[in-house]
């Protein structure tokens, strides 16, 4: 079992910055993917960032050049550094991982995180 939690939204200014952190607790996995969704009320939740577990990323092009997705494997914990944000980055953020228990792999969320970029 994993258990996943976020921190690290708030309130903040357009233009300006923001980084989220997304834990991994427990113990006797190895994470294969971790990924960054925004969820924006109406809509369906969307990819923002991608990193694998050889260490390679992407990003939705909404956010190429302003957002930077990084980790700490020590401490099992995904960022997500957000500068240059806009209005249209506000909404719920979660947290996806792929865990793999031996020859099993299973799938995680974690509770979200509230971004709210004013203008």
């Known amino acids: 079992q994993v258990q996943l939690v976020e921190s690290g939204g708030g309130l903040v200014q357009a233009g300006g910055s923001l980084r989220l952190s997304c834990a991994a607790s427990g113990s006797g996995f190895s994470i294969n993917v971790m990924e960054w969704y925004l969820q924006v009320p109406g809509k369906e939740r969307e990819l923002v960032a991608t990193i694998r577990s050889g260490g390679t990323t992407n990003y939705a092009d909404s956010v190429k050049g302003r957002f930077t997705i990084s980790r700490d494997n020590a401490k099992n914990t995904v960022y997500l550094q957000m500068n240059s944000l806009k209005p249209d980055d506000t909404g719920v953020y979660y947290c996806?991982?792929?865990?793999?228990?031996?020859?099993?792999?299973?799938?995680?969320w974690g509770q979200g995180t509230q971004v709210t970029v004013s203008s």
């Open positions: 996806y991982g792929i865990f793999s228990f031996g020859s099993y792999q299973y799938q995680y």
